[in-house]
């Protein structure tokens, strides 16, 4: 098994992987380079050119600030924030400084809020938490966000010395809705700063700016038979709030009304796209247990209650609080390990590397492992967790055993009568995969294991792979074809699959060749995205007679088009950073005759 995972961040550092593969590649045609642009739709509705009215808002302390309180200053930033957002998160420390750096240049900043979820309070704890050198204000009723036709934070406004707005669109392209890259290689906000600065035009005007949908307040009066409290709630608690509650890695809570409602717009996006809740596997080929895509009918209702003003509806039909469990999700464990003596630190900005900790468990007989569960000690930070089974005589490019933690996946628990085997001589390695979140954070993990009795176990879980290390990726190429096989040397059951590639990853699929001669597809993910990288479960295990053949074919997108590409102008082969790639189709299976052990 294997869990080497990233879901916000850009790494820059080691997987241990192995290898085991046939060989072959094709090269794809690659289109020119293009920047994000606006859709014309958008550039007709915008207030690009226009000048804006004056307005009068206040701060967390409720001092008054109007667009006139700027007078003095020759250009004006304006920020449209919303303090959960993740993004606005991540750009907090950069705006501070740019607001600071630009202040001897009569630009001045000013932040506004204007998610109807987002309280006072809510406002004083971001200023603080990043200590704002710049006004924050609350947009009641999100009157100046409709001024200024606002759609996300972080999104800025840059307004002339007449307030006329000559920027619109994000802070740079370093951030985006599920990556980041090492560094922007676009600056536009200071781009157009400097070009308002010496009197030029604005080289690029108008951006998109990636983020959250600002909450703003209902013009629809409340209406109709889907509610909150009746069906929303419900397709919630089923679908969301095991990550999305107080305390979880989500980066908010949809755990009541007040919560939910100023997110319904986001929601609605999130869940078409298919962003959320995370799944990518194509529904047109197999069945997986694990599955937790929304139905037709609930996309449908949250269609219904979002059109009819998102309506909270009777509190007494709220259905039953789900029992907040703190503990373990696979129970008492029997043993817990640390990973160091001692918290690792974690900045509040930048690229950390995965991180590796060895740890001994001390066992001097052998233990059979019937449920591992990894376990962050800081969930605001950790995004991945890999703890490894490290075999005495097994080098660490070819560990394959493992328990692992990523958002939204849960606990490896294996069926009765299948487990894990943990040699008496076997030491445990942590990777772990930290993602800044603008302040200084401290992490501590573990991972925990139930252990099942020896006389009860009839199959060993065995971790295998079809894998490709002898590619080449030639710059640009947008759809690079790389496959390899893994041949079943004995009757086996398929219980899941793990695609692991990198940054320039794109699709990938599994496919059985029979000795028969039939095929099938067994999983195909048309869209694979790196800090998404889950296990497929399937339903029902899949018998391999001896002589199968597990054909995985893998494309890679090493196009200036792909946004977390790390350089489209490089040859990209095999390598542990992630800035090199692989090419691995993990599976678990059980002997379909074994009996151990």
């Known amino acids: 098994m294997m869990l080497t995972l990233g879901v916000v961040a850009v790494l820059g550092s080691a997987c241990s992987c192995s290898r085991h593969s046939d060989v072959e590649v094709e090269v794809a045609e690659s289109p020119e380079p293009t920047e ?65 750096t630009y202040a001897s240049q009569g630009v001045a900043f000013v932040g506004i809020n204007s998610n109807l979820q987002d309280s006072i309070r809510d406002l004083a704890n971001y200023a603080r938490q990043f200590d704002l050198g710049f006004p924050l204000l609350k947009d009641p009723a999100n009157v100046v966000a409709d001024q200024f036709k606002a759609i996300r934070t972080p999104e800025v406004f840059v307004l002339d010395d007449h307030r006329r707005v000559r920027y619109w669109g994000r802070i740079d392209n370093q951030f985006g809705v599920g990556f980041q890259r090492t560094q922007a290689t676009r600056n536009n906000l200071d781009e157009a700063l400097t070009d308002l600065l010496a009197k030029r035009e604005v080289r690029r005007e108008v951006t998109l700016a990636p983020g959250c949908i600002i909450g703003r307040v209902s013009r629809v009066e409340p209406h109709g038979e889907v509610t909150y409290c009746n069906q929303i709630s419900r397709i919630l608690q089923r679908r969301c709030t095991e990550c999305h509650r107080s305390g979880e890695v989500a980066p908010f809570a949809l755990q009541s009304y007040d919560e939910v409602v100023g997110w319904a717009e986001m929601i609605r996006e999130v869940v078409h796209q298919r962003r959320m809740p995370p799944w990518l596997a194509n529904p047109k080929f197999g069945k997986f247990s694990n599955n937790p895509s929304l139905t037709s009918e609930e996309l449908r209702l949250i269609d219904q209650w979002v059109e009819n003003g998102a309506p909270e509806g009777d509190r007494e039909q709220l259905p039953q609080a789900v029992a907040v469990d703190t503990g373990w999700r696979i129970g008492e464990p029997d043993e817990v390990f640390f990973m160091s003596e001692k918290p690792f630190n974690v900045p509040a900005e930048g690229v950390v590397d995965y991180q590796y900790f060895v740890v001994d468990p001390g066992h001097k007989e052998d233990r059979w492992i019937q449920a591992g569960e990894a376990r962050p000690g800081n969930r605001t930070v950790v995004h991945h967790i890999t703890a490894f089974i490290w075999p005495p005589g097994v080098s660490r490019e070819d560990l394959a055993l493992e328990i692992g933690y990523v958002p939204g996946v849960q606990p490896r628990v294996y069926p009765p009568g299948t487990a894990i085997k943990l040699d008496k001589d076997a030491k445990l390695l942590f990777e772990v ?36 290390e002898k590619f080449i990726i030639p710059p640009g190429a947008d759809n690079y074809k790389v496959t390899a096989r893994y041949r079943f040397t004995r009757d086996m059951r398929l219980l899941s699959f793990m695609p692991h590639m990198h940054l320039r990853g794109k699709a990938f699929r599994y496919d059985v060749l029979y000795p028969d001669g039939t095929r099938e597809t067994l999983l195909d993910v048309p869209r694979y ?7 497929y479960d ?15 074919t893998a494309r890679f997108d090493n196009s200036a088009e792909n946004p977390i590409n790390p350089d489209p102008s490089a040859t990209v082969k095999f390598g542990l950073q992630t800035f090199d790639e692989m090419m691995f189709g993990y599976f678990d299976a059980v002997e379909a005759d074994e009996q151990a052990p």
């Open 36 to 100: 994000e642009s606006a859709p014309a739709e958008l550039l007709r509705s915008s207030v690009l050119g226009q000048a804006i009215d004056n307005f009068i808002l206040k701060d967390f302390h409720g001092n008054e600030f109007s667009l006139e309180s700027f007078a003095d200053d020759r250009l004006v930033v304006v920020v449209f924030l919303g303090v959960e957002c993740p993004l606005a998160r991540l750009y907090a420390p950069r705006l501070n400084a740019m607001a600071e």
């Open 433 to 468: 995969h930290y993602t800044p979140i603008g302040t200084p954070r401290t992490d501590r993990s573990s991972v925990a294991f139930k252990y099942a009795d020896p006389a009860t176990i009839k199959h060993a879980i065995r971790g295998g792979w079809a894998g490709n």
């Open 529 to 535: 995205d790196f800090y998404w990288q889950l296990w």
């Open 538 to 552: 399937l339903d029902t295990p899949r018998f391999m007679p001896r002589g199968t053949y597990l054909n995985c």
